[in-house]
């Protein structure tokens, strides 16, 4: 099956700080990315889509300025939380479709953060 | 109504019956429909897609769906405890890659 990598797997980060979790396919291309978030024993919600070369498309009630999306190339999406909270600590995953055929999303393994 | 939605259990089966995970959606219009399993604390896994009217079978694993119910299901044969995890089943709305997903069906295999 296709493979999506994030990286990192894991962050511990002080309150106030950015992080940066990078989301790349590394056998396909894809112009759009999506970005979830989970937390424990939650079901997945959609954040964010990305988009490449253009502006990401945000769920309701998702703040775009504190969640920074970029999608600078095929394989490659980027989303920055910023002056990260502690309510910020969840799973965030992101996925990519592999074709538009098919529709198959393919998930990275997920970046657990953890806001102190 | 919700988009996509699943019973969200906990479903029990004892070690080598069959589960059955349904899921129900809004959408009459979407063509496209996929179980993921998550095992707790990783990220979902694809294990069925399924396009068309009728059951798809891949090993233990049979979808089915019904577009004019606005159904799908997924059947597991032979249930192992490896198969316990939460099974999320997604719907593509209007074929462009608007994936939406259910809340997840537990399921819980003893041995």
């Known amino acids: 099956g296709a493979v999506v990598s994030q990286h990192p797997s894991w962050v511990i980060c002080k309150s106030g700080t950015s992080v940066k979790i990078e989301c790349r396919s590394l056998?396909?291309?894809?112009?759009?990315m999506f970005w979830y978030r989970q937390f424990p024993k939650q079901s997945l919600m959609l954040m964010a889509t990305?988009?490449?070369?253009?502006?990401?498309?945000?769920e309701q009630g998702v703040e775009k300025d504190k969640f920074l999306i970029n999608h600078a190339s095929l394989t490659l999406s980027t989303l920055t939380v910023t002056s990260a909270h502690p309510e910020d600590s969840s799973f965030y995953i992101c996925?990519?479709?592999?074709?538009?055929?098919?529709?198959?999303?393919?998930f990275g393994p997920g970046t657990r953060l953890t806001v102190l | 109504q919700k988009e996509v939605e699943q019973n969200s259990g906990p479903l029990s089966v004892p070690e080598g019956a069959i589960a059955s995970l349904n899921c129900t959606y809004s959408?009459?219009?979407?063509?496209?429909f996929f179980w993921y399993r998550q095992y707790s604390g990783k990220s979902p896994e694809l294990i069925m897609s399924?396009?068309?009217?009728g059951d798809k079978e891949d090993g233990r694993f049979t979808a089915q769906l019904n577009k004019a119910s606005q159904y799908v299901s997924l059947l597991i044969r032979d249930s192992q405890p490896s198969d316990s995890a939460t099974y999320l089943c997604?719907?593509?709305?209007?074929?462009?890659?608007?994936?939406?997903f259910g809340a997840g069906t537990r399921l819980t295999v003893k041995p």
């Open positions: 399924i396009y068309s009217n």
């Open positions: 959408d009459r219009g979407s063509q496209s």
């Open positions: 056998d396909f291309q894809a112009t759009t």
């Open positions: 997604a719907v593509n709305m209007n074929n462009n890659n608007d994936m939406r």
């Open positions: 996925s990519a479709p592999r074709d538009r055929v098919r529709n198959e999303q393919f």
């Open positions: 990305s988009n490449e070369g253009s502006k990401a498309t945000y």
